[in-house]
């Protein structure tokens, strides 16, 4: 089976909003019927970065305590589940945990606006195993503007531009899903080391404001960075979008794996195999594609991509290589960050 090191998964704000952050009963589909730890192991994921999403109607310091409530959810789910999960929040540790049967875990930001305009909020965050942030989600906060939502700052403000350039230093991803197109490149022109796309699709096949415009996409091969694509119906399809934005009356233009290889395929063509990946965006939306339905399916869109001619080594990039050398190219930073004291 090809490993999945997945790029989002919201797991622990369906928790928290669900079960009040109980960590129980996590093999029990009633519980969160995208993602259980059964499925997880059947769909391959072998590493998985878990999101840590605060909703942006949560500001100030609520957001903080919000982001370290579901960071301690994570750890809780983490040390709750030995045999299944491990925290791993390096590359090497991943790879160490590669062929254990634990899925190898570790957390990413969803939102800029979760470090309430202080660096040394970041800094912290980090030193807790935060390894990636979202500049964004789907709103414009004081520093940055989202791509789903009214520009105020023509892309990244003066205090944007440090928090990339802190980002870089102590070794934390820079994440550029949600982001307007403007954000993009700028975050780009600062960025000496790897960008990802958690949970992105190609704007080519789908004009959808989340997705990843060309000229964006490449810029990824001289950066080293990785869109990783993501299920979200409504970002796969135009028919789903346009469905969506006409306000989902009617039966829903189905969206199949075969649509979400499109999206690989046409990254693969446009940027190579090596800036390829996956962000599934599990438990962050209410439906799923048909045979893309939780955590076990990983393995119906790979194999459709290898009727597509997709190796076996391609399918292990795409899979995990790619982001794993994304993150290795950080792991050095973040080491000296947390080693710091």
């Known amino acids: 089976m090809i490993d999945v090191f997945d790029g989002h998964n919201d ?4 928790l928290r909003e669900t079960r009040g952050g109980s960590v129980a009963d996590l093999h029990d589909a009633a519980v969160s019927p995208f993602t259980t730890l059964g499925q997880l192991h059947d769909g391959g994921v072998s590493a998985q970065f878990w999101s840590v999403y605060v909703h942006s109607s949560i500001t100030g310091p609520a957001a903080v305590r ?28 991943i790879r160490a945990a590669t062929g254990t049967g634990r899925v190898a875990s570790l957390l990413g930001v969803e939102g800029g606006q979760q470090i309430d305009e202080s660096l040394s909020v970041l800094r912290m965050y980090a030193r807790l195993g935060v390894r990636y942030m979202t500049l964004t989600w789907s709103t414009t906060h004081s520093w940055a503007d989202s791509a789903t939502d009214e520009a105020r700052h023509g892309g990244l403000t003066a205090f944007g531009r440090e928090v990339v350039a ?13 982001v307007a197109p403007s954000v993009m490149h700028q975050a ?28 964006v996409l490449d810029r990824l091969p001289a950066n080293g ?33 075969a649509d979400v290889a499109d999206h690989c395929d046409r990254m693969r063509e ?15 939306t209410d439906t799923m594609p048909t045979g893309l339905d939780d955590a076990s399916t990983y393995p119906a869109l790979l194999t459709e991509l290898a009727g597509r001619g997709w190796s076996e080594a391609d399918l292990r990039k795409l899979g995990s290589e790619n982001v794993l050398r994304a993150l290795e190219a950080h792991d050095d930073r ?8």
Request: aromatic share 6%; net charge negative; glycine share 6%.
């Open 11 to 14: 797991l622990p704000w369906h």
């Open 225 to 257: 960075g990785v869109a990783m694509v993501t299920f979200v119906p409504s970002f796969v399809t135009d028919a789903r979008r346009r469905w969506v934005e006409a306000g989902e009356v009617g039966e829903p233009p189905e969206v199949t794996p």
């Open 270 to 284: 446009r940027v190579g195999i090596d800036h390829v990946g996956l962000g599934g965006d599990l438990c962050g």
């Open 166 to 178: 802190e980002m870089n230093r102590i070794g934390m991803i820079v994440d550029l899903s949600h």
């Open 334 to 341: 973040h080491r000296a960050t947390t080693a710091a004291h």
């Open 66 to 93: 919000a982001t370290l409530e579901q960071i301690d959810l994570v750890h809780r789910m983490v040390d709750a589940y030995p045999d299944d999960l491990v925290w791993a929040p390096t590359a090497a540790q």
């Open 188 to 215: 780009l022109d600062i960025s000496e080391l790897p960008v990802i796309f958690s949970h992105s699709c190609a704007f080519e096949l789908n004009p959808h404001p989340r997705n990843i415009p060309a000229d």
